[in-house]
């Protein structure tokens, strides 16, 4: 198998010092090959430099802390965004998502918000998570602000490196000057920001519980709190503690090296602002991972849980809670205990590749294209089921062949085909043992599909329609999905429509929805969909180009067999109601011919609207009947309502046109197009709504039925 495409993808990341968040980044991009990766810093440091040595591109666009300064950076970012066009950003914490998500809305990019801490929970989470695409939090109470039902969770991974024996890890110290083998020792790796609490433990030492301690603090002062360092070594001096308090700086990979010390503390707090507030700090899985006792402040859950587990918890911006714990962990024993706990802990802890795994899955996911970057996945059956398809079977059929695995089947439902279709398919038969032809029970299009999917030998089934050219990628774009962590049940894939005079063109640009804007959604494209359709949904199922698990197919009841269109979007409604999750994938593309007459397109139209209403679709009986209402009461209220009813008329004529208009604009269609975007918009809403309406009236018993959609090859999808 041929892997699918590595993802594009932007980063835009606030601080560039080596803090938690930095590591995890590296950690995370160090981890995978699945994407394609440019990053934004917002101000400079060491981060560059070590992006610079993995070869990522990395641009500093230094931001300052006002809004003014934010604003102004989220449109140099849009831009370059525009030229380079990455599939989706990834905003790594609050400062970040701030610049990244106006960023994103302006360039048509998808962002995801990863959210490492609290800060500013009580202003910022809420709105940036409804604005942003999707969010990823390190834990379960980061993400609690954010109040969204989706939110993935994935926490810092534990240390790729093997802890360093004790001894040797003292030598490593001592031989910086910072450790002296006397007493028990305290170590802090962090920022030298206020906010992270070595204040706390500097003035822990000189209470009772921890006079036999010392300390020592491991990390840079960073650029946003000049003068911190300076402050803490004052601090401890006014305390009577500076000769038992050290300063290291920025040392490598510390965390290896922690095992030379007696205890570790994360003691961060939310300052003023309402900055700070650790998420899941790694110092805290890298102390756990030594073996070293860990103090730290219960502000979340996670944190809580592994002081709880391998050390002691503490209050927040509390100094003698600190002196206490470290009085509790004098003793040997105690010390002892407390890590080996933490060492269980860190072992059930997942490692960098699972945590990079389940992050390219969230971020393609959000882009559209599950597994990316992927050449693996199940072997799959490919369905197509034909009725009177003469002349369409080669052109599908070797499109298929030529991407099937070793291990895949393509089975084909000749469903009492009248023409020559059933000696095309011969044709095919002996030239590949991978092929099989299936009789169908000639009742219509579900019935014909529930028999192919009854006779799969594959778990998952992939299905496309004659009149459809899969193209290059195709297959594997929808398999690849399969084999994420968490793999769905329902795979939606995309339709170009092809096009052979003016009309159609304008029924191209007017009636259907676009696969570029499903990559690149622009604000126009957004809200369009939102309130009109005419977008790809991985809710809204279309037969031309999908792959569902058997199981799911199974939970949806199969096809309805009573219905003899839009049998794929109720259907697709019913895997998504079955609890089967839904994705999209944009690379899973076809080539879809239009139908040769006007009245063969009104007709289709027609019965997606028929057989919507007789399948009780109440999104599309609601959009459709809502169109009617306009094109009933539009021209009375342009007649009678003066010039406000004109005005009113005019701007909703305005707001639908805008999308098709704007569509031909960008793929230089010809004028005659343009002026045939209204009578094609006509064409598709009446059909659809007198559709809609003769299927809301009652049924006879035994009425009247279209067969199979009369080999008309047009998937009998859904139009959103």
């Known amino acids: 198998m041929t892997a699918t495409r590595r993802l594009r993808v932007t980063v835009v990341t606030p601080f560039?010092?080596?803090?938690?968040?930095?590591?995890?980044?590296?950690?995370?991009?160090?981890?995978?090959?699945?994407?394609?990766?440019?990053?934004?810093?917002?101000?400079?440091?060491?981060?560059?430099?070590?992006?610079?040595?993995?070869?990522?591109?990395?641009?500093?666009?230094?931001?300052?802390?006002?809004?003014?300064?934010?604003?102004?950076?989220?449109?140099?970012?849009?831009?370059?965004?525009?030229?380079?066009?990455p599939e989706v950003v990834m905003a790594n914490g609050v400062k970040a998502a701030a610049v990244a998500v106006p960023a994103g809305r302006l360039a048509g990019v998808r962002v995801v918000w990863v959210k490492h801490d609290l800060s500013f929970d009580a202003r910022l989470a809420r709105p940036l998570g409804l604005l942003c695409d999707h969010v990823v939090a390190v834990s379960d109470g980061v993400a609690a602000a954010v109040r969204r039902p989706d939110v993935t969770v994935i926490p810092p991974p534990r240390p790729a490196w093997r802890p360093t024996p004790r001894a040797e890890a003292r030598r490593f110290w001592t031989g910086r000057g910072v450790a002296d083998g006397n007493g028990l020792t305290l170590a802090m790796a962090a920022r030298l920001v206020p906010y992270k609490g070595v204040d706390d433990a500097i003035g822990a030492l000189s209470l009772p519980g921890a006079e036999g301690w010392s300390l020592v603090v491991i990390g840079d002062e960073d650029p946003a709190s000049p003068g911190e360092a300076q402050r803490l070594r004052n601090l401890a001096a006014a305390g009577g503690v500076g000769h038992r308090v050290r300063f290291a700086g920025q040392v490598d990979e510390a965390g290896r090296w922690l095992a030379a010390f007696d205890a570790v503390a994360v003691l961060t707090r939310r300052d003023a602002r309402g900055f700070g507030g650790e998420g899941y700090p790694l110092a805290a899985i890298e102390a756990l991972s030594c073996g070293v006792p860990l103090v730290g402040t219960g502000e979340t859950p996670a944190l809580r849980r592994m002081a709880e587990v391998g050390g002691r918890v503490v209050a927040a911006d509390d100094p003698a809670g600190v002196a206490r714990a470290l009085g509790t962990l004098v003793d040997p024993a105690a010390r002892r205990d407390a890590g080996h706990a933490g060492r269980q802990f860190a072992a059930a802890h997942p490692d960098a590749h699972a945590c990079a795994d389940r992050l390219v899955a969230t971020l393609a996911g959000v882009a559209g294209r599950p597994g990316a970057g992927r050449g693996d996945g199940p072997a799959v059956t490919v369905l197509t089921c034909m009725r009177n398809e003469a002349g369409q079977v080669d052109g599908v059929v070797g499109a298929v062949l030529g991407q099937l695995g070793p291990d895949d089947e393509y089975l084909v439902v000749d469903d009492g085909s009248t023409d020559s279709t059933a000696s095309e398919l011969g044709a095919w038969l002996g030239r590949d043992p991978r092929l099989r032809m299936l009789a169908g029970p000639g009742v219509n299009l579900s019935a014909a599909r529930n028999a192919g999917f009854a006779a799969a030998r594959h778990q998952v089934v992939v299905a496309t329609d004659a009149g459809c050219r899969p193209v290059d990628g195709w297959l594997q774009a929808?398999?690849?999905?399969?084999?994420?962590?968490?793999?769905?049940?329902?795979?939606?894939?995309?339709?170009?429509?092809?096009?052979?005079?003016?009309?159609?063109?304008?029924?191209?640009?007017?009636?259907f929805p676009d696969p570029d804007e499903a990559r690149w959604p622009t604000p126009l494209v957004r809200v369009y969909g939102a309130l009109l359709g005419r977008r790809f949904d991985p809710r809204r199922l279309d037969g031309r180009s999908m792959a569902v698990t058997l199981d799911a197919w199974r939970a949806a009841g199969g096809f309805r067999e009573d219905l003899f269109s839009s049998e794929d979007a109720l259907f697709g409604e019913a895997v998504v109601t079955s609890g089967h999750r839904p994705v999209l994938a944009v690379d899973?593309?076809?080539?879809?011919?239009?139908?040769?007459?006007?009245?063969?397109?009104?007709?289709?139209?027609?019965?997606?609207?028929?057989?919507?209403?007789?399948?009780?679709?109440?999104r599309l009986v609601r959009r459709d009947l809502l169109r009617a209402g306009a094109y009933l009461l539009g021209p009375p209220l342009a007649a009678r309502?003066?010039?406000?009813?004109?005005?009113?008329?005019?701007?909703?004529?305005?707001?639908?046109?805008?999308?098709?208009?704007?569509?031909?604009?960008?793929?230089?269609?010809?004028?005659?197009?343009?002026?045939?975007?209204?009578?094609?918009?006509?064409?598709?809403?009446?059909?659809?709504?007198?559709?809609?309406?003769?299927?809301?009236?009652?049924?006879?018993?035994?009425?009247?039925?279209?067969?199979?959609?009369?080999?008309?090859?047009?998937?009998?999808?859904?139009?959103?």
């Open 16 to 85: 560039a010092g080596l803090g938690g968040a930095e590591r995890w980044l590296l950690q995370v991009l160090d981890a995978t090959n699945r994407l394609e990766v440019d990053v934004v810093l917002l101000a400079d440091g060491p981060l560059r430099r070590e992006l610079e040595r993995r070869g990522i591109p990395a641009t500093v666009v230094r931001t300052g802390r006002r809004s003014w300064d934010m604003a102004r950076t989220a449109a140099t970012v849009a831009a370059r965004l525009r030229r380079r066009r």
């Open 478 to 511: 929808l398999r690849a999905p399969f084999a994420e962590p968490e793999p769905p049940g329902l795979v939606t894939g995309v339709y170009r429509v092809s096009t052979r005079n003016r009309l159609e063109e304008a029924f191209a640009v007017a009636c």
């Open 588 to 618: 899973a593309e076809v080539v879809w011919d239009q139908h040769p007459s006007l009245t063969a397109t009104a007709r289709m139209f027609y019965r997606y609207g028929r057989w919507g209403a007789q399948g009780r679709s109440r």
């Open 641 to 720: 309502g003066g010039r406000p009813g004109r005005v009113a008329v005019a701007a909703g004529a305005a707001a639908y046109l805008s999308l098709p208009l704007v569509r031909s604009i960008r793929q230089r269609r010809s004028p005659g197009t343009l002026m045939a975007l209204p009578l094609a918009l006509a064409v598709k809403d009446l059909a659809k709504a007198t559709g809609c309406l003769a299927g809301l009236r009652p049924r006879s018993p035994g009425g009247p039925g279209t067969p199979h959609g009369a080999g008309d090859g047009s998937g009998n999808g859904p139009i959103p």
